[in-house]
């Protein structure tokens, strides 16, 4: 029983710092990131943030909403033109949505 107990305390103690190593070639590698441009906008309550940036995985776009809590979604620049290309196509359908409402 003892010998279990020390096992599992020395196979914690091992995720424990295998983790916090982890945690500190993350914190590194965002020290790394390079921020090219950043824009926002305040949308009624909520305001979102447009970062294009590079790290050693490469370029990117993120976009950062904020409004009580803090969500994100991260476009490698490779594909940028394509996402644009399918939210235009989203807000021309919502555009026609407002003029009926109109």
């Not at 103690?13 to 921020?35: C, G, P, S, T, Y």
């Not at 979102?48 to 790290?55: A, H, L, P, T």
Request: proline share 1%; hydrophobic share 40%; aromatic share 8%.
């Amino acid at each position: 029983m003892i010998f279990q107990n020390v096992k599992l305390l020395f196979l914690l103690k091992i995720k424990f710092l295998w983790i916090r190593k982890e945690a500190e070639v993350d914190h590194k590698m965002e020290k790394m990131e390079k921020e090219h441009v950043s824009k926002h906008v305040d949308i009624e309550s909520k305001r979102f943030f447009f970062d294009v940036k590079e790290n050693h995985k490469g370029k990117y776009l993120r976009i950062t909403e904020l409004s009580g809590g803090r969500s994100c979604i991260v476009i490698p620049l490779g594909g940028i033109k394509l996402f644009r290309e399918r939210l235009v196509e989203i807000i021309d359908e919502a555009d026609k949505l407002l003029d009926i409402e109109e």
